[in-house]
């Protein structure tokens, strides 16, 4: 509090407060920084990142060092956009700004049914992680802002010329190296969802009705089990350097012809039945292919620029403290 007191005290007198880092006038226990009167506590960077230190702890469960220095990286970012967060909101705030509860209302059921289709869906979720709808309104209204605020203050239209995507082409050669690969469809049947040797047997119906001229894509979405059936099975190209496929099953599709189709494929915890549809030698991608790609990644690198920019002019007015 005595912290808090001196932060207020000094902003009302006009007393410049752009220091990064302080040193605290007095200990603060579990305190990661103060942005203006705001207290950024080391259990709500804990809170911010847990999801995102969750993921990595299962990428590296078998690397306990790079886990250790991933999650250092990801406490840092989350520290950094906590503060962000806070200036963005207080420029809201000091700028005049005002968000009708009427707005808030529709965000927040528009969210509501995205996420969560319902009102019930939402609380007992909030509940499971000990959350009130309180808490959930808050949070979207403050995402509003902080979305609104960017927009109106980082240029969304930022051109990109020609040339600039071009020597960015020539300058990237090595990202846009394309190997070997290949259009496939697949069929899956799963062995857990099935009685003992009925995979095996409903592999075999589907290889004679393939055979009888039946359409693959017709019979992934009859038959098979994974998520891809709505599609017609249909797994788009894959490379033959990158693929998680299975190395039997890549061994087949990068060996076949297009048009081919494997007989059934029983491996542990499946059948599989695949289709390959085209394949393309390894070689570089040209211009025209990534010129739309190359453009967007350039507006976006350029906005963040920007955004950085504006978060730093944030900054220089404002009291920012690290502990």
Known sequence: MALLAWIVANVALGQSTNVTP???????????????????????VDQFASR?????????????????????????????????????????TSSGFNLPESIINDVVN????????D?????????????????????????????QMTLKNVNQNVFISPRKIERY?????????????????????????????????????????????????KLADEFSDDARRIKG???????????DLRPELRSFVFSSTPGTVSGVIDLDGAVFIVKVEERKAAGMRSITDVRDEVEL????????????????????KSFVAYY
């Open 22 to 44: 302080v040193t605290p006038m007095v200990p603060v226990t579990g305190v990661a920084a103060v942005v203006n009167t705001h207290v950024i506590t080391i259990q709500s």
């Open 169 to 217: 082409y020539e300058e990237n050669t090595n990202k846009f190296n394309l190997g070997e690969s290949a259009k496939i469809r697949m069929i899956v049947i799963d062995k857990s969802k099935h009685a003992r040797g009925e995979p095996q047997k409903i592999g075999e119906e589907i290889e004679a009705k393939l055979k009888a001229g039946a359409d693959f894509a």
């Open 297 to 316: 990644a350039l507006k976006n690198l350029e906005k963040e620029r920007l955004r950085k920019q504006w978060i730093a002019r944030l900054r220089k």
């Open 110 to 117: 528009s969210q509501i049914r995205e996420e969560f289709l």
């Open 233 to 243: 099975g249909d797994r788009g190209w894959i490379e033959n350097k990158d693929s």
């Open 119 to 147: 009102r019930s869906t939402l609380m007992k979720t909030l509940r499971r992680a000990g959350e009130t709808y309180e808490d959930y309104r808050n949070d979207q209204r403050d995402a509003f802002i902080i979305m």
């Open 52 to 92: 995102a230190v969750e993921a990595a702890r299962r990428q590296f469960a078998l690397r306990p060092e790079q886990f250790l220095q991933r999650r250092q990286e990801i406490m840092r970012d989350s520290l950094e956009q906590l503060i962000e967060r806070y200036l963005i909101l207080d420029e809201f």
